[in-house]
């Protein structure tokens, strides 16, 4: 049991406290180094308000102390040779359907039109699709309102296109996993009018509702709470004012998930992605946020629902009675979730997700996603570093730069145009020989990059559009506009581009979202075609990684860690050893710790380096002594 007479080290020993003093210095832009320093290690919990002013208050210490009571587990430090699955394997695409193709041209994407394309998701060899919600929904939030689990989005066509669409997709040897959303609903669903209209009937309960609200925000700006007249209470909802937090302390509740879960995959289906996972268990009370901590990231009140007090539970027990009687593969969403709270949610002993994705990555430290600023890739070496080194053989991580959420990376890296290509083959290369399982998100495959937005008309994201209006408090509108322009979700919603025709070849009609200052740069078509492209080092990448064996299970070692801007790693599994050697920047920068014998297997220039790596130069070679590719 930690207290306020605790000292810093102990915190920092606990899985917990390293996750979180790690987050807040990151928030900081510092590093947590300074908490190995006997000195700083040695201070009393206690004594921090005095310390820092003011800035860690008393009301942080307890909320941390609660979180760190709350998980009596620590993670197992056996090394035992990993286990195969089919998901260690696999490379996975994601496809947000609304953009991906329309097939009947009425501008949004649709089943038909995913299913039009399954031979060419075949032909870039990738194993398994993550389908964003297909659900019937009013679409406050693309899909990710749902109004009925068991039913498909009108404008996406019927079940029996989704049932063509997962036979396709299993005919092809690939597999399928949905989006699982069951943080919340949409307002519009069953459970919740009847939570509504017949408060004391079993949906009464369904949900969050107090009489009184306390300071939560919402993700997508404002209180996260919502006043009802129907029954003079609040009701919560963590994103959207259509987006109701589900109550899963109520066993129903948990019961109506597990039987939704088992519906699918009795259907067939391979697996979930499980959006916002982490958030389902909220701290008894709902208590007040941290101002402080609400100002440091954002939003108030997440320290008391992204780690709750029962989240183990819940997992385990979806698991036990949903996923496992299929041997289903599940992945969490779990934003703020740090690599100690990721093994305790992942490892293979403990029953609950196969893996998740951590987000610390894809913002440097001391920036959030609507900041303008340039990417340095010499954090996400070392993000990386820390995770190859210490994530562990119980534990499988999953490897990503892009989602339908974030902007595209070779725009946050380096949006000078000349070195598009190489740059977006660089990102690829990492992905692809890094130890874990890559997910790649549709369009990045050709190096799409930002929309050159030009007014916030042409945008539709429902967080953008609130926050536009937020930031306009305090800011005009071009600097609000600004901010949006970097941090948009719909960057990456933007239609996927086909063809150099019109409207890329999504559609026939005007899509439901501004399409189109990039067509003729970047198309299938054209990229089909071109020996040099991006798709086709895409192609040549996930084959190669689908051959050896070394850069799916085998051991990596990351070397030069201190040299800036160099990135070297080796894949190895006694049979064969790959060497990558990366520059992350756009300056020239000296090999170094390449053998003499290593054989060039595959790059992101023509011809093989010399000394002398050029701006984002990546390649992968052999270096085992031996010449040929099998
Ligand atoms: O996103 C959850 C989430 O917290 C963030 O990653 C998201 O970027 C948000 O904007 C917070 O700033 C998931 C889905 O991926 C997202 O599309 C949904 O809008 C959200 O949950 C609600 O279902």
Not at 152 to 177: C, P
Not at 345 to 356: F, I, P, Q, S
């Amino acid at each position: 049991m930690l207290t306020k007479n605790s000292r810093i080290k102990e915190v920092y020993a606990h899985p917990v406290g390293r996750d979180v003093l790690g987050k807040v210095l990151l928030q900081m832009g510092r590093s947590d180094r300074i908490l190995l320093s006997p000195l700083i290690g040695s201070i009393k919990l206690k004594i921090l308000p005095t310390l820092t002013k003011g800035a860690v208050d008393d009301a942080f210490l307890s909320t941390l102390l609660e979180l760190l009571n709350g998980e009596p587990d620590t993670p197992r430090r056996d090394e035992l040779a990993e286990t195969s699955a089919w998901w260690k394997e696999a490379v996975f695409y994601q496809i947000y359907p609304r953009s991906f193709k329309d097939s009947d041209n009425d501008g949004i994407g649709d089943l038909r039109g995913i299913t039009s394309k399954l031979d060419y998701l075949k032909t870039l060899g990738v194993n398994a699709i993550w389908l964003s919600p297909v659900y019937d929904s009013p679409n406050d939030d693309n899909g990710y309102d749902i109004r009925d689990y068991r039913k498909i989005m009108t404008e996406f066509g019927t079940m029996a296109d989704f049932d063509e669409l997962l036979e396709g997709i299993h005919a092809r040897g690939m597999r399928l996993i949905m989006d699982l959303v069951v943080n919340h609903t949409s307002d519009e669903h069953q459970w919740f009018k009847k939570a509504l209209e017949e408060p004391d009937s079993k949906y009464g309960n369904y949900y969050i509702f107090r009489d009184t609200r306390n300071n939560w925000t919402s993700f997508f700006s404002g209180s996260a709470w919502r006043f009802f007249e129907e029954r003079g209470q609040y009701a919560l909802h963590l994103f959207s004012k259509k987006q109701m937090d589900l109550n899963w302390e109520n066993p129903e509740v948990r019961q109506e998930v597990d039987d939704l879960v088992g519906w699918w995959l009795k259907k067939g289906v391979d697996g979930f992605r499980m959006d916002v996972v982490n958030y389902i268990s909220k701290r008894e009370g709902l208590p007040e946020g941290n101002e402080k901590i609400g100002a440091l990231i954002g939003f108030t009140g997440m320290e008391h629902y992204f780690y709750g007090p029962r989240l183990h539970e819940y997992l385990r027990e979806l698991k036990a009675h949903a996923f496992a009687p299929f041997n289903a593969f599940s992945v969490g969403e779990t934003p703020g979730v740090g690599m100690q709270m990721s093994k305790l949610l992942t490892a293979d002993y403990r029953g609950e997700l196969d893996m998740v994705f951590s987000f610390d990555q894809l913002e440097t430290p001391g920036h959030v996603r609507f900041d303008d600023y340039r990417y340095d890739l010499n954090y996400y070496k070392k993000y990386i570093t820390d995770w190859m080194e210490n994530y562990g053989s119980h534990c499988r991580m999953a490897l990503f730069f892009e989602n339908h959420d974030n902007p595209r990376m070779v725009s946050k890296v380096n949006p000078d145009p000349q070195y598009r290509t190489v740059l977006a083959k660089l990102l690829a290369a990492m992905l692809f020989t890094l130890k874990g399982t890559p997910f790649i998100f549709q369009g990045q495959e050709l190096g799409m990059i930002n929309r050159s937005f030009s007014s916030i008309n042409e945008l539709q994201d429902i967080e953008s559009l609130n926050l536009y209006d937020e930031l306009l408090k305090t800011m005009d509108e071009k600097a609000a506009f600004k901010k949006i322009l970097a941090g948009s979700r719909d960057h990456a919603r933007v239609p996927m581009q086909w063809t150099i025709g019109r409207f890329a070849g999504f559609s026939e009609t005007e899509p439901w979202i501004y399409s189109g200052d990039d067509d003729s740069l970047c198309s299938v078509e054209t990229q089909s075609g071109d020996k040099a492209s991006v798709l086709n080092f895409y192609r040549e990448l996930i084959a190669f990684r689908g051959e050896h064996d070394a850069l799916i299970y085998g051991d990596i070692e990351i070397l030069n860690k201190k040299e800036k801007d160099l990135f070297t790693y080796r894949r190895s599994n006694g049979e064969e050893s790959f060497y990558i050697e990366c520059n992350l920047s756009d300056n020239i920068k000296k090999q170094k710790g390449r053998s003499a014998e290593a054989f060039r297997v595959i790059g992101n220039y023509p011809d093989a380096p010399s000394m002398l790596l050029r701006p984002y130069e990546v390649t992968i070679w052999r270096a085992d002594g031996k010449r040929s590719l099998k």
